[in-house]
């Protein structure tokens, strides 16, 4: 089996910063595309940011500039780092991974989502 584990999600005050973590385990075979979705209250799950195993980086216009999406291939590792947060961030965010567990194809993996408030 495969687990997505999110961490670094909480309470932080406008303009401030956050880096959310996650980090893949068990039958891994390989690692395509790793990425960060968020919900708000209300709103449909959307894409803020992915990363293809090459480095290639796409992000949503609400966050360009702001967001920094990296990956660690040795460790399945995904991580992001949120600047200039605003309130409209507010949302659980949740880490995606296309992700083989043999050769022969591979599968959409969600973690269990992590809170990032923005209030003063």
């Known amino acids: 089996q495969v687990q997505l584990v999110e961490s670094g999600g909480g309470l932080v005050q406008p303009g401030g910063s956050l880096r959310l973590s996650c980090a893949a385990s068990?039958?891994?075979?390989?690692?395509?595309?790793m990425g960060w979705y968020r919900q708000a209250p209300g709103k449909q799950r959307e894409l803020v940011a992915a990363?293809?195993?090459?480095?290639?980086?796409n992000y949503a216009d609400s966050v360009k500039g702001r967001f920094t999406i990296s990956r660690d291939n040795a460790k399945n590792t995904v991580y992001l780092q949120m600047n200039s947060l605003k309130p409209e961030d507010t949302a659980v965010y949740y880490c995606?991974?296309?992700?083989?567990?043999?050769?022969?194809?591979?599968?959409?993996?969600w973690g269990q989502g992590t809170q990032v408030t923005v209030s003063s």
């Open positions: 068990g039958s891994i075979f390989s690692i395509n595309t």
């Open positions: 995606n991974a296309d992700l083989w567990m043999d050769p022969s194809g591979g599968n959409d993996y």
């Open positions: 990363i293809t195993s090459g480095g290639s980086t």
